[in-house]
T-cell receptor, first 113, second 117 residues
Framework: AQSVAQPEDQVNVAEGNPLTVKCTYS??????LFWYVQYPNRGLQFLLK??????LVKGSYGFEAEFNKSQTSFHLKKPSALVSDSALYFC???????????FGSGTRLSIRP | GAVVSQHPSRVICKSGTSVKIECRSL??????MFWYRQFPKKSLMLMAT?????????EQGVEKDKFLINHASLTLSTLTVTSAHPEDSSFYIC?????????????FGNGTRLTVT
């Protein structure tokens, strides 16, 4: 069975500071990992994915995520937060042999000016 | 990039009526589409997997007679909420993958806010 956990309901960061949104996963095979962002009353927008290759993945809007196999984590990061980054962030995982993508419970990111 | 269009964005209906939500892949073919329901505390629940030309696969606990899914073409899936009740009020989101692109991520529609009065 596959699962994904986002341990933080909310993350608060001052503008200009680095941000991290945590994600851990569990799959039986090789993991395909994704991050999505959701703005109010909108669908989810794809940010980045890890399938294979370099553990550090760069995505949209200056976001990046690091795949850590030993810790089964895929934390989302950004060196310098913007107020416009305030949104709901979802981590998702798919086992390489599965058809469904499983989403975490979401983390609300709030960037204060 | 791949675009998924969802319509309507908002709908208000009376209890007992049915509501149809459309999900279209605009620039790619989607043999499979997914329907999600998002609850107020933000969690995203997969309701069903819509398969072009065949029956949808529903997740456990989702009533297939209540939430009718039709996927008649490679670019269109519809979700009909039948005999809607206030507890069906929610944010419904569809998504699709471009299977011509290896390891394609899911692309999401902008969601439909359903309010049943």
């Amino acid at each position: 069975a596959q699962s994904v956990a986002q341990p933080e309901d909310q993350v608060n960061v001052a503008e200009g500071n680095p941000l991290t949104v945590k994600c851990t996963y569990s799959v039986s095979g090789n993991p395909y990992l994704f991050w999505y962002v959701q703005y109010p009353n909108r669908g989810l927008q794809f940010l980045l994915k890890y399938i294979t290759g370099d553990n550090l993945v760069k995505g949209s809007y200056g976001f990046e995520a690091e795949f850590n196999k030993s810790q089964t984590s895929f934390h989302l990061k950004k060196p310098s937060a913007l107020v416009s980054d305030s949104a709901l962030y979802f981590c998702a995982v798919k086992d390489s042999s599965a058809s469904k993508i499983i989403f975490g419970s979401g983390t609300r990111l709030s960037i204060r000016p | 990039g791949a675009v998924v269009s969802q319509h309507p964005s908002r709908v208000i209906c009376k209890s007992g009526t049915s509501v149809k939500i459309e999900c279209r892949s605009l620039d790619f073919q989607a043999t499979t589409m997914f329907w999600y329901r998002q609850f107020p505390k933000k969690s995203l629940m997969l309701m069903a997997t819509s398969n072009e030309g065949s029956k949808a696969t529903y997740e456990q606990g989702v009533e297939k007679d209540k939430f009718l899914i039709n996927h008649a073409s490679l670019t269109l899936s519809t979700l009909t909420v039948t005999s809607a009740h206030p507890e069906d009020s929610s944010f419904y989101i569809c998504s699709a993958r471009d299977f011509s692109e290896i390891n394609s991520p899911l692309h999401f529609g902008n969601g439909t806010r359903l309010t049943v009065t």
